[in-house]
């Protein structure tokens, strides 16, 4: 239903014919409160996904959380390792929560008392695409993290997925070792989590790793 909504015409007014007649219908479908909300819903939920990203990352950088060195670097104390990307994901998620506010509770009256009732949806949508590109950048944050993690424990016993996972990156981003900006590899990270074969190969050998997409409206 709701991609039915976006796909439709907003248009104020909407002038349609009518079948069989020489008639022409006058109306307006200018409200997309149910679009906005769904949106706002969507950002809220993408704040909570990258909040949990970023506590596991904070997790994983922390000496006294684990076992690994501090900040995933054998040359603590000289090296800052990858505490910088951990601060990343931490402002990242605090922009999320901000933008997690919803807009469809604001309106104003305008036109000299003419104009409805606003959604905001326009407004919704450009903020959860903003979300939803944080949250990205936090899960790649995340996985560059756990990634490095895993080069420092040493060892290939881990479960299918994890290991697929840690070899997809190192496909094409060696582990970090500060002889460049950090932000270099946070972007590589981002895009390789984008590129949809890795999802593709986890579920070649986890066919049941995500719930199966129902047919839309």
Known sequence: MEEKKLRSATDN??????????Q?????????????????????AACEWS?????????????????????????????????????????????????????????????GLQEDHLSFGESAALKLDKTLENAF???AIEYLLASQALDLIGSDEFAKGTSLAWKSLRDVLPAYQEEHA???????????LKETQVIDKLLSI???????????D
């Open 13 to 22: 007014p909407l002038v349609v014919p009518v079948e069989d007649d020489n």
């Open 24 to 44: 022409t219908v006058t109306q307006a479908n200018p409200h997309g409160a149910s679009v906005a909300m769904a949106c706002d819903l969507l950002a809220i």
């Open 51 to 111: 909040s949990i990203s970023e506590r596991r990352a904070y997790r994983l950088v922390t000496p006294q959380a684990n076992q690994l060195p501090p900040f995933l670097t054998t040359e603590s104390g000289v090296k800052s390792g990858m505490m910088i990307a951990h601060y990343s994901a931490a402002s990242l998620v605090a922009d999320n929560k901000r933008l997690a506010q919803p807009a469809v509770t604001d309106n104003f009256i305008t036109s």
């Open 137 to 139: 950048y936090v899960l």
């Open 182 to 192: 950090l932000h270099l590899d946070i972007e590589a990270t981002y895009q390789r």
């Open 206 to 216: 986890a066919p049941n790793l995500l719930p199966s997409r129902q047919p839309s």
